[in-house]
């Protein structure tokens, strides 16, 4: 079974930056997709960011040219790097393990999804 653990959340003002890191365990090869969902309290969760396998991204609009999602192979870590956060943005972060999506152009469907991390939260505060 894969595990992931989340790292990195906390709180930060707006407009500032935070990086969180998704280590992946317990899966032996490489090409994997991982998304970045995020839920705030009293709504629904959403995927908001993407890796796919080949290293293809996709972001949904709401967070396109804020965050940028990167994999550091060697570590097996996937990374949300997050820029001009605002408060909307507060939320428990996850990521989520596939091991069948290679390219992305969209958000891959949930049922797609195997494995999830515990999260991290974030709170962007004025």
């Known amino acids: 079974q894969v595990q992931l653990v989340e790292s990195g959340g906390g709180s930060v003002q707006v407009g500032g930056s935070v990086r969180i890191s998704c280590a992946v365990s317990g899966y032996r090869w490489q090409s994997y997709c991982i998304t970045w969902f995020r839920q705030a309290p009293g709504k629904e969760r959403e995927g908001v960011a993407v890796?796919?396998?080949?290293?293809?991204?996709f972001y949904i609009g709401s967070v396109k040219g804020r965050f940028s999602v990167s994999r550091d192979s060697a570590k097996n870590t996937v990374y949300l790097n997050m820029n001009n956060l605002q408060p909307e943005d507060t939320a428990v972060y996850s990521c989520a393990f596939a091991s069948s999506v290679l390219y992305v152009q969209y958000m891959p469907p949930v049922g797609l999804f195997e494995d999830w991390g515990q999260g991290t939260q974030v709170t962007v505060s004025s």
């Open positions: 890796i796919g396998g080949d290293d293809s991204t």
